[in-house]
């Protein structure tokens, strides 16, 4: 190995660059960002200003951000559902001053002066959901409107009542509690914040008219056309909102007994930098109370925080811009581009160095020589079928084999022109075994492992696994489960071929190369399943050994043949059989003769096997190229190989004209016929094998002669 | 176009509902406020409309092309601000107006900029940067909220000038709108701007550069606020950063989007602009006359610009089909 294969091995197989992939396509990187942003800003004015944590200072902070985070509350939920609301601190302000004029100049009680908050956001909340929700009008603008005109009237009242408000001589002891007073450490506030905040959450993430909020902001069209009544949908999230701001607003009443002119100014833009700073999208859809309340604590934290540092006049506001402008834009970017960057990142091959192999041109003279004796088989559902993977006959002689269309097709014996759908499953039936009782076992592509009794009742044994510790990818769930097969106790082995890609996605994972192929068995008795074996490079075919004491199983992009001892002195272990194929390895099963059959799906290539010692290479043409000007592996030509007991190949044969098999997925041995399939194959070939035993049967081979 | 039937539309739009609406303020204030026909308070209504309607034109070439400057008046008075506290520490005039240029135009290129490459809606843009240029201003260059003009500088001298009795920004403003009408009429690029506040998708198809020509749009409008600035620091000889939070920006809003310059874009001109300006300072200044306080005065601007949304909401109504997810 040259220096500078030495140093990509290192670079591509050591650094672990498929972790930022995954670690982007899980749905908490959104929440990633705010947390950050609010780790820091604690830490950096917790270091700075002292005394910060005290809790005499904390008490009186989290009783302005128990008021604050509602009125953010009631923002983020107009924006999940794609609105805006900008009167919030108008709202807050005249809510205030509702409650104030009920209680000191009314003199009633102070329940009173609640409803009369309430009652007050309710009715500034029903005019802006009326007004943007049925009248169709910009949210922006309508709510910045009713802003200045809910701040104008709020002026005009305060200066006209404030000096009532000073000479009334109103107390209340519930007033005071709300105001100052602690419950368990917290204030009311924040008790009332809380409360909030988790009613709403559980009503947005749990409930029918909150997924109406998120499905209206995620599209409102789509919601229109599920039926779903936009209008009256975004007509309630102001209303809302106009509640929360009032609750607010009664708060700060209690807190400070009167309102002035400085209640709820600049609260907008706080709360909607807030909303968009915890990673609430504009336009709605994506976004949750917490990160409402993230952003809500790092707003009130920095504002805060500069006021006590002693910074001047101006300074909150040029912060808040600042602020507002890039979360703004990296909210903006972060969704139009999220995707792209993970179409960039994900695919992170690594380097191998295949090892040399022997040829199978014709003519070479060489065990894996291919001839052209597939080309002579007779065709099944020619033109009918659409992706055969794998292909089995029961005891009386019936064929099945899946499609791509997620059913599994049933060709009647003797003639095989008649055929019937037998079970319609899912996802795309690959490896199929028959059990002892004649179920039908099919490893589902992108689904799971299922079972078809001879009633046709579908069921399924799994679709996971216990997750490995270190995973970042949810690696529980079988993502591509190929192939299976029964041992005699009737437990079932089967291979899932990649953790990092979905069953279609199978040439990216080729072109990557990273083993994350897996030996796992699912156990009738107690229906767990457990892992066997991890770290292969896409593991594929499964069979059972004649003597059942072992299986073989196909590594396919390593061109490698395992044995898995079950029985035995190396019981748990496996240990490779056959290596450096010239072809990749697919579906292997039991031949009459006391061999075994082995499909290639495709052929190695000089040009391929170069590549993969270049993983940059690979990785700048997955960035770079259209999907069908990649370099992957050759599946224009594949064939069938037979092998003994210790690897050793004993023949091998192909359709070189390409016309009728040129690759090869499946093949079966029955009463003397080869049954062959190909998964991108339009049709099950029948090859009479000469030679062999005319009254064979897989079935009887591994269940015994009659049932 | 015939749906209206017994009317035809060209006497239904909206400008043309202002503008008899403004006459027949006009007239009824001729008739019932004593000293309103004055010519001293007809000129003084135009001056009181000409900085208010400097700012609408930019701001109408901004809406035109389907976007929004809410930091227009922040540009406008911290941009001042600046250069006359320049100018006060001693900073010689050409250099302090040299950087307070520069400022204007960085502002003018980030707004342009975020909305134009990086997709962000203007409105949030404006509203960021807005803060952001007073906060700065405010809090890193100036000292107090209201700074002076220097004894004897061009902008002292500039307030005092008059042409014919008239006040000079009362010119100014009619040579801006005749520019921009000329720009918006007759240019290519201010043909642009139509073109793309229409449709924007069809005009960047078509080949025009829809991006640097929102830039552009950002950058005029800083300008042009820039301008009224200096307008109004000559005329009260003192500039003062409260202005940024009162209600003058929904009054340049109301200006263009009470003449009949539609949100979405695409629609209206100068003449919108004027007639919107005519409306507002014929009432702003009857409603001076009745002496109704200045609290009040903002209620009932925010109760017609709320009508006038309304009413824009319905001629121009938005196409649910066409709208774009996240256009708020």
Same mark, same amino acid.
């Given at each position: 190995?040259?220096?500078?294969?030495?140093?990509?091995?290192?670079?591509?197989?050591?650094?672990?660059?498929?972790?930022?992939?995954?670690?982007?396509?899980?749905?908490?990187?959104?929440?990633?960002?705010?947390?950050?942003?609010?780790?820091?800003?604690?830490?950096?004015?917790?270091?700075?200003?002292?005394?910060?944590?005290?809790?005499?200072?904390?008490?009186?902070? *989290?009783?302005?951000?128990?008021?604050?985070?509602?009125?953010?509350?009631?923002?983020?939920?107009?924006?999940?559902?794609?609105?805006?609301?900008?009167?919030?601190?108008?709202?807050?302000?005249?809510?205030?001053?509702?409650?104030?004029?009920?209680?000191?100049?009314?003199?009633?009680?102070?329940?009173?002066?609640?409803?009369?908050?309430?009652?007050?956001?309710?009715?500034?909340?029903?005019?802006?959901?009326?007004?943007?929700?049925?009248?169709?009008?910009?949210?922006?603008?309508?709510?910045?409107?009713?802003?200045?005109?809910?701040?104008?009237?709020?002026?005009?009242?305060?200066?006209?009542?404030?000096?009532?408000?000073?000479?009334?001589?109103?107390?209340?002891?519930?007033?005071?509690?709300?105001?100052?007073?602690?419950?368990?450490?917290?204030?009311?506030?924040?008790?009332?914040?809380?409360?909030?905040?988790?009613? *709403?959450?559980?009503?947005?993430?749990?409930?029918?008219?909150?997924?109406?909020?998120?499905?209206?902001?995620?599209?409102?069209?789509?919601?229109?056309?599920?039926?779903?009544?936009?209008?009256?949908?975004?007509?309630?999230?102001?209303?809302?909102?106009?509640?929360?701001?009032?609750?607010?607003?009664?708060?700060?009443?209690?807190?400070?007994? /009167?309102?002035?002119?400085?209640?709820?100014?600049?609260?907008?833009?706080?709360?909607?930098?807030?909303?968009?700073?915890?990673?609430?999208?504009?336009?709605?859809?994506?976004?949750?109370?917490?990160?409402?309340?993230?952003?809500?604590?790092?707003?009130?934290?920095? *504002?805060?925080?500069?006021?006590?540092?002693?910074?001047?006049?101006?300074?909150?506001?040029?912060?808040?811009?600042?602020?507002?402008?890039?979360?703004?834009?990296?909210?903006?970017?972060?969704?139009?581009?999220?995707?792209?960057?993970? #179409?960039?990142?994900?695919?992170?091959?690594?380097?191998?160095?295949?090892?040399?192999?022997?040829?199978?041109?014709?003519?070479?003279?060489?065990?894996?020589?291919?001839?052209?004796?597939?080309?002579?088989?007779?065709?099944?559902?020619?033109?009918?079928?659409?992706?055969?993977?794998?292909?089995? @006959?029961?005891?009386?002689?019936?064929?099945?084999?899946?499609?791509?269309?997620?059913?599994?097709?049933?060709?009647?014996?003797?003639?095989?022109?008649?055929?019937?759908?037998?079970?319609?499953?899912?996802?795309?039936?690959?490896?199929?075994?028959?059990?002892?009782?004649? #179920?039908?076992?099919?490893?589902?592509?992108?689904?799971?492992?299922?079972?078809? !009794?001879?009633?046709?009742?579908?069921?399924?044994?799994?679709?996971?696994?216990?997750?490995?510790?270190?995973?970042?990818?949810?690696?529980?769930? @079988?993502?591509?489960?190929?192939?299976?097969?029964?041992?005699?106790?009737?437990?079932?082995?089967?291979?899932? !071929?990649?953790?990092?890609?979905?069953?279609?996605?199978?040439?990216?994972?080729?072109?990557?190369?990273?083993?994350?192929?897996?030996?796992?068995?699912?156990?009738?008795?107690?229906?767990? *399943?457990?892992?066997?074996?991890?770290?292969?490079?896409?593991?594929?075919?499964?069979?059972?050994?004649?003597?059942?004491?072992?299986?073989?199983?196909?590594?396919?992009?390593?061109?490698?043949?395992?044995?898995?001892?079950?029985?035995?002195?190396?019981?748990?272990?496996?240990?490779?059989?056959?290596?450096?194929?010239?072809?990749?390895?697919?579906?292997? #099963?039991?031949?009459?003769?006391?061999?075994?059959?082995?499909?290639?799906?495709?052929?190695?290539?000089?040009?391929?096997?170069?590549?993969?010692?270049?993983?940059?290479?690979?990785?700048?043409?997955?960035?770079?190229?259209?999907?069908?000007?990649?370099?992957?592996?050759?599946?224009?030509? /594949?064939?069938?190989?037979?092998?003994?007991?210790?690897?050793?190949?004993?023949?091998?044969?192909?359709?070189?004209?390409?016309?009728?098999?040129?690759?090869?997925?499946?093949?079966?041995?029955?009463?003397?016929?080869?049954?062959?399939?190909?998964?991108?194959? #339009?049709?099950?070939?029948?090859?009479?094998?000469?030679?062999?035993?005319?009254?064979?049967?897989?079935?009887?081979?591994?269940?015994?002669?009659?049932? | 176009?015939?749906?209206?039937?017994?009317?035809?539309?060209?006497?239904?739009?909206?400008?043309?509902?202002?503008?008899?609406?403004?006459?027949?303020?006009?007239?009824?204030?001729?008739?019932?406020?004593?000293?309103?026909?004055?010519?001293?308070?007809?000129?003084?209504?135009?001056?009181?409309?000409?900085?208010? %309607?400097?700012?609408?034109?930019?701001?109408?070439?901004?809406?035109?092309?389907?976007?929004?400057?809410?930091?227009?008046?922040?540009?406008?008075?911290?941009?001042?601000?600046?250069?006359?506290?320049?100018?006060?520490?001693?900073?010689?005039?050409?250099?302090?107006?040299?950087?307070?240029?520069?400022?204007?135009?960085?502002?003018?290129?980030?707004?342009?900029?975020?909305?134009?490459?990086?997709?962000?809606?203007?409105?949030?843009?404006?509203?960021?940067?807005?803060?952001?240029?007073?906060?700065?201003?405010?809090?890193?260059?100036?000292?107090?909220?209201?700074?002076?003009?220097?004894?004897?500088?061009?902008?002292?001298?500039?307030? %005092?000038?008059?042409?014919?009795?008239?006040?000079?920004?009362?010119?100014?403003?009619?040579?801006?709108?005749?520019?921009?009408?000329?720009?918006?009429?007759?240019?290519?690029?201010?043909?642009?701007?139509?073109?793309?506040?229409?449709?924007?998708?069809?005009?960047?198809?078509?080949?025009?550069?829809?991006?640097?020509?929102?830039?552009?749009?950002?950058?005029?409008?800083?300008?042009?606020?820039?301008?009224?600035?200096?307008?109004?620091?000559?005329?009260?000889?003192?500039?003062?950063?409260?202005?940024?939070?009162?209600?003058?920006?929904?009054?340049?809003?109301?200006?263009?989007?009470?003449?009949?310059?539609?949100?979405?874009?695409?629609? %209206?001109?100068?003449?919108?602009?004027?007639?919107?300006?005519?409306?507002?300072?014929?009432?702003?200044?009857?409603?001076?006359?009745?002496?109704?306080?200045?609290?009040?005065?903002?209620?009932?601007?925010?109760?017609?610009?709320?009508?006038?949304?309304?009413?824009?909401?319905?001629?121009?109504?938005?196409?649910?089909?066409?709208?774009?997810?996240?256009?708020?």
């Amino acid at each position: 190995m040259s220096f500078r294969e030495r140093l990509q091995s290192w670079r591509y197989n050591l650094v672990p660059d498929h972790l930022v992939g995954e670690i982007l396509t899980k749905r908490w990187t959104d929440n990633a960002i705010p947390f950050l942003a609010l780790v820091v800003t604690l830490a950096t004015f917790g270091s700075i200003i002292p005394g910060f944590f005290k809790l005499n200072a904390l008490q009186e902070s *989290t009783r302005q951000l128990g008021e604050f985070s509602m009125v953010v509350t009631g923002m983020t939920v107009v924006m999940l559902g794609g609105g805006i609301d900008l009167s919030v601190g108008s709202i807050f302000a005249l809510s205030c001053f509702s409650a104030v004029y009920v209680f000191f100049i009314l003199e009633q009680s102070i329940w009173l002066a609640l409803a009369a908050s309430l009652a007050t956001g309710l009715v500034f909340g029903a005019i802006n959901g009326y007004l943007v929700g049925y009248l169709r009008l910009r949210a922006f603008l309508t709510t910045l409107v009713t802003f200045i005109f809910g701040r104008a009237l709020f002026d005009i009242l305060v200066t006209t009542y404030a000096a009532d408000v000073q000479l009334s001589q109103a107390t209340s002891d519930v007033l005071d509690f709300i105001g100052d007073s602690t419950f368990w450490g917290l204030s009311v506030s924040v008790w009332l914040a809380i409360i909030l905040a988790i009613v *709403t959450h559980i009503a947005l993430t749990r409930s029918r008219p909150g997924w109406h909020v998120l499905a209206v902001g995620g599209s409102r069209r789509s919601a229109h056309n599920a039926g779903i009544r936009v209008r009256r949908t975004v007509f309630m999230t102001y209303v809302f909102s106009g509640f929360c701001a009032s609750i607010g607003g009664f708060l700060i009443a209690c807190r400070l007994s /009167g309102a002035g002119p400085g209640t709820g100014l600049n609260l907008e833009i706080m709360a909607l930098t807030a909303a968009v700073v915890g990673g609430v999208s504009l336009g709605g859809g994506r976004g949750s109370v917490i990160k409402g309340l993230m952003g809500a604590i790092i707003v009130l934290t920095m *504002t805060n925080g500069l006021i006590r540092l002693g910074y001047g006049t101006g300074t909150n506001q040029m912060v808040l811009g600042i602020m507002l402008a890039v979360a703004v834009t990296i909210d903006i970017r972060w969704l139009k581009n999220r995707h792209k960057v993970l #179409n960039e990142v994900y695919v992170a091959p690594v380097y191998l160095k295949m090892g040399e192999t022997q040829s199978a041109v014709p003519g070479s003279g060489t065990p894996y020589e291919l001839d052209n004796r597939l080309s002579e088989a007779d065709h099944i559902g020619l033109g009918e079928l659409e992706g055969p993977e794998d292909v089995i @006959l029961d005891r009386d002689d019936n064929l099945y084999c899946g499609t791509r269309h997620g059913e599994i097709v049933r060709f009647f014996a003797p003639d095989y022109v008649r055929s019937e759908v037998f079970a319609h499953i899912g996802g795309f039936p690959l490896g199929l075994a028959f059990d002892k009782t004649g #179920n039908l076992i099919s490893c589902v592509g992108a689904m799971g492992l299922y079972s078809v !009794s001879p009633q046709r009742e579908v069921k399924r044994l799994s679709a996971e696994t216990s997750r490995s510790w270190t995973s970042i990818v949810d690696d529980a769930r @079988l993502r591509d489960p190929n192939d299976c097969d029964i041992a005699p106790d009737g437990r079932i082995y089967f291979t899932d !071929s990649t953790k990092r890609y979905d069953a279609h996605d199978w040439a990216l994972d080729s072109i990557e190369n990273r083993a994350t192929g897996r030996l796992l068995v699912y156990d009738p008795k107690d229906g767990s *399943t457990k892992t066997l074996l991890d770290g292969y490079r896409y593991t594929n075919g499964v069979c059972m050994a004649h003597d059942g004491k072992s299986l073989f199983f196909a590594e396919s992009w390593a061109c490698r043949v395992h044995r898995y001892w079950l029985e035995g002195p190396k019981a748990g272990t496996a240990e490779c059989v056959i290596r450096d194929m010239p072809g990749y390895p697919d579906n292997i #099963n039991r031949a009459s003769d006391g061999n075994y059959w082995m499909a290639w799906l495709g052929m190695r290539t000089p040009s391929f096997d170069l590549s993969l010692r270049h993983p940059d290479m690979r990785k700048r043409m997955t960035r770079r190229l259209p999907q069908d000007e990649w370099l992957f592996p050759n599946i224009n030509t /594949g064939g069938v190989v037979k092998f003994n007991e210790k690897g050793g190949i004993v023949e091998a044969m192909g359709d070189l004209s390409g016309g009728a098999h040129p690759m090869v997925t499946s093949m079966r041995e029955h009463k003397g016929f080869l049954f062959v399939g190909g998964i991108l194959n #339009n049709r099950i070939g029948r090859y009479r094998i000469s030679g062999a035993d005319p009254n064979w049967t897989s079935p009887a081979s591994y269940w015994g002669a009659t049932p | 176009m015939n749906a209206i039937g017994w009317l035809n539309l060209k006497s239904l739009n909206q400008e043309g509902i202002v503008f008899a609406i403004a006459v027949v303020l006009f007239v009824a204030a001729a008739i019932g406020l004593p000293g309103f026909i004055d010519p001293n308070n007809l000129v003084a209504i135009v001056r009181s409309v000409s900085v208010l %309607g400097i700012l609408a034109l930019g701001m109408a070439v901004v809406i035109i092309g389907r976007g929004i400057d809410l930091s227009a008046v922040a540009i406008m008075a911290m941009s001042v601000a600046w250069y006359l506290q320049l100018l006060n520490t001693g900073t010689s005039d050409g250099l302090a107006f040299a950087y307070v240029l520069a400022g204007v135009l960085a502002i003018g290129l980030l707004n342009g900029f975020l909305v134009a490459y990086a997709d962000v809606p203007a409105i949030f843009v404006t509203l960021a940067t807005g803060s952001f240029v007073f906060g700065y201003v405010r809090s890193q260059l100036i000292t107090q909220d209201a700074v002076p003009v220097p004894q004897g500088h061009w902008v002292e001298l500039l307030g %005092g000038l008059r042409f014919l009795d008239i006040p000079i920004e009362v010119f100014v403003f009619a040579g801006l709108a005749f520019l921009f009408f000329l720009f918006l009429r007759y240019t290519k690029w201010g043909r642009y701007i139509y073109f793309a506040g229409d449709n924007p998708v069809a005009a960047r198809n078509i080949g025009i550069p829809v991006r640097p020509m929102l830039v552009l749009r950002y950058v005029l409008s800083a300008f042009v606020a820039l301008i009224a600035g200096l307008l109004t620091a000559a005329s009260l000889h003192s500039i003062n950063t409260r202005v940024v939070n009162s209600t003058l920006l929904y009054d340049i809003v109301l200006v263009a989007v009470i003449g009949g310059i539609g949100l979405s874009g695409g629609r %209206g001109g100068v003449r919108n602009v004027l007639v919107g300006a005519a409306l507002i300072g014929i009432l702003l200044n009857a409603m001076t006359i009745i002496d109704i306080p200045l609290l009040y005065q903002n209620l009932i601007k925010a109760a017609i610009l709320l009508g006038a949304i309304i009413v824009d909401g319905i001629i121009n109504p938005r196409d649910e089909q066409t709208a774009q997810q996240g256009d708020i």
